[in-house]
């Protein structure tokens, strides 16, 4: 889901798509809190930041970080896939990533979009 987000945050989906300038749309998502990962990623993945201070590497869990911030987490994955220059800055002030079913954008009245979500099949491994 964070993948067709940054495309449509980047302008790719656009006929007049151009690198050097903003051509995308502004992204609602609702229901942040309902996102799931593939493979072990709830169980291991982690997000640090540094705070500056010695010894200031602080680190927080997938699972805790759902829990608290959901919509921080689809940020950071949409964050990461956006170009990084100057214009990311600008792209990511266009989404909008809300934890409930509510938000208020209803005024600009925006457009369903539904989108691609693969289900996911676990692999079967066969143990010799």
């Known amino acids: 889901m964070a993948s067709q987000v940054a495309r449509i945050l980047m302008g790719k989906e656009n006929p007049r798509y151009t690198p050097f300038i ?5 992204v609602i998502v609702i ?3 309902k996102i799931r990962t593939t493979g072990m990623k709830s169980e291991q993945k982690l ?4 705070t500056g201070y010695p010894g200031g590497l602080r680190t927080e869990e997938y ?3 759902m829990v608290r911030k959901p919509e921080a987490v689809i940020e950071a994955a949409v964050k990461r896939m956006l ?5 990311a800055a600008h792209m990511l002030s266009k989404l909008n ?3 409930g079913d509510k938000h208020p954008h209803q005024a600009q009245k925006p457009q369903d979009l539904k989108l691609e979500v693969r289900e996911y099949k676990p692999r079967k491994v066969a143990v010799s």
Do not use: C, I, M, S
């Not at 997000?47 to 540094?50: A, D, N, S």
């Not at 170009?83 to 214009?87: D, F, S």
């Open 31 to 33: 229901n942040a809190e």
């Open 83 to 87: 170009p990084k220059n100057k214009l």
């Open 47 to 50: 997000y640090q930041h540094y």
């Open 22 to 26: 903003d051509t995308g749309d502004h």
């Open 63 to 65: 699972k805790k970080r």
């Open 97 to 99: 990533v809300y934890k």
